[in-house]
């Protein structure tokens, strides 16, 4: 069974830019979440999609977005980058959602922002 | 408001030394407790997982941790440290009625030769 893929691995953008980010999920698992790590801040819970639907969301500013495709893919976006968006971005996959089902994570996408 | 706890932000210890890494949570009922492990520029994986049953749960690479509900903690252990083992440790909970789940800050464990 494949892991959760993360695309991209790094990514350098510049303060104004928008970037989308991607995550497969392992086959079979419906719910998505998404973490902002920094050093300063640690791990931060972005958002958590579940077919097709956004079911937690976490306190970041609306430029920071998701979505969720009928095949559980899921695409981060973020607006108008800051150079405070600098961090590695990671994906987890859970099967059915529940809160007692392993959260299986990817790599991450490492974003800096200049 | 429900939390997860790690006071230690960081630990060294002697490579074979023993090791315990701390985590408590703050929530009205028992929560689902994971302990995840991330080696630098990584992912997350899990070491082990606790939902009920028998409190002290057996995980990989030799962890162990001990769910204690009068503390409401859940410490990592392991009774010889590697220096494989250097890594930043996140405790985590799940919320079953929220079906939310949350992270603690993480210990980055450094282990001396």
């Known amino acids: 069974k494949a892991g959760v893929t993360q695309t991209p691995r790094y990514l350098i953008k510049t303060r104004g830019q928008q970037v989308t980010l991607s995550c497969s999920p392992i086959s079979g698992h419906r719910s998505v979440s998404w973490y902002q790590q920094t050093p300063g801040q640690g791990l931060q819970f972005l958002f958590e999609?579940?077919?097709?639907?956004?079911?937690n969301k976490g306190n970041f500013p609306g430029r920071f977005s998701g979505r969720q495709f009928s095949n559980s893919r899921s695409e981060m976006n973020v607006s108008t980058l800051e150079l405070g968006d600098s961090a590695l971005y990671l994906c987890?996959?859970?099967?059915?959602?529940?809160?007692?089902?392993?959260?299986?994570f990817g790599q991450g996408t490492r974003l800096t922002v200049v | 408001a429900q939390s997860v706890t790690q006071p230690d932000i960081h630990i060294t210890v002697s490579e074979g030394a023993s090791l315990e890494l701390r985590c408590n949570y703050s929530?009205?009922?028992?929560?689902?407790l994971f302990w995840y492990v991330q080696s630098p520029g990584q992912g997350l994986q899990l070491l082990l997982k606790y939902f009920s049953g028998d409190t002290l749960v057996q995980g990989i690479k030799g962890f162990e941790a001990e769910f204690k509900r009068s503390q409401s903690s859940f410490n990592l252990r392991k009774p010889s440290v590697h220096w494989s083992d250097a890594a930043e440790y996140f405790c985590?909970?799940?919320?079953?009625?929220?079906?939310?789940?949350?992270f603690g800050s993480g210990t980055k464990l450094n282990v001396k030769p």
């Open positions: 987890a996959s859970r099967d059915g959602g529940t809160a007692n089902t392993e959260a299986f």
């Open positions: 929530y009205g009922a028992t929560p689902y």
């Open positions: 985590a909970v799940g919320l079953y009625n929220f079906n939310k789940f949350y």
């Open positions: 999609y579940f077919s097709e639907t956004q079911r």
